[in-house]
């Protein structure tokens, strides 16, 4: 079994690669190699920083039509984290819109400038930190992980996915509902960083090496 972290330029690919090799004996590669992309048996889509970075660099790496490809056949399983989770939703509200790949009905939102907690402190944006994530829905990945346990976050957009069968994690910023972990298929995609999450996060990436849609 060949695990390829996807390599557009973008996002913490060696840190993802590490926390993979730590959970798998499997061979953990990092690439943009089509030939590699197609023949491996699971694929991770990282990102971080400006979705519309991403997606510029998606193209301009000639991966996004292989990242497509992949989510048509709907056979093998993808991890997407952070960023590339908002990739996989219609479109961000981010530069006045930015067109995503249209895998999961919904819209990448930008935190409200004034966001406020429960007492009304102002919170800061980008969210940065620990924050429980609750299981929407069951899935394979968060076996062995406890309903409301912490993940860490670095985002200023956040998930709004429109189909509740999509959505499979939430967790909340100031008034913001947000949609950690969202999935169809065999694809599965969380706003957190696994790879910056300590035990819980190196959990969820054994459950996707172990995970057989």
């Known amino acids: 079994?060949?695990?390829?972290?996807?390599?557009?330029?973008?996002?913490?690919?060696?840190?993802?690669?590490?926390?993979l090799e730590h959970v798998t004996h499997e061979h953990v590669v990092v690439t943009r190699d089509a030939r590699?992309?197609?023949?491996?048996?699971?694929?991770?889509?990282?990102?971080?920083?400006?979705i519309r970075d991403c997606m510029a660099e998606?193209?301009?790496?000639?991966?996004?039509?292989?990242?497509?490809?992949?989510?048509?056949d709907a056979e093998k399983p993808l991890l997407g984290i952070c960023v590339g989770e908002q990739m996989l939703l219609d479109d961000s509200e981010e530069n006045d819109g930015i067109a995503c790949l249209g895998f999961i009905p919904g819209k990448v939102r930008r935190f409200k400038h004034d966001l406020r907690d429960s007492q009304g402190h102002r919170l800061k944006v980008?969210?940065?930190?620990?924050?429980?994530?609750h299981q929407y829905h069951p899935h394979p990945l968060w076996d062995g992980i406890d309903d409301g346990e912490r993940f860490y976050f670095v985002h200023s957009y956040y998930v709004d996915a429109t189909e509740d069968a999509s959505v499979f994690g939430k967790t909340e910023y100031g008034d913001a509902q947000v949609h950690a972990a969202?999935?169809?298929?065999?694809?599965?995609?969380?706003?957190f960083h696994?790879?910056?999450?300590?035990?819980?996060?190196?959990?969820?990436?054994?459950n996707f090496v172990n995970w057989e849609p």
């Open 182 to 191: 969202i999935g169809r298929g065999p694809v599965f995609a969380v706003q």
């Open 1 to 19: 079994m060949t695990i390829a972290v996807i390599d557009y330029g973008m996002g913490n690919l060696h840190s993802v690669a590490k926390a």
């Open 58 to 72: 998606l193209e301009r790496s000639e991966v996004k039509g292989l990242v497509q490809e992949v989510l048509a």
């Open 194 to 206: 696994p790879e910056k999450s300590a035990g819980a996060g190196l959990r969820l990436l054994e």
């Open 126 to 133: 980008p969210h940065m930190g620990w924050n429980r994530v």
């Open 36 to 50: 590699r992309i197609r023949g491996a048996t699971r694929l991770v889509l990282p990102g971080q920083g400006a």
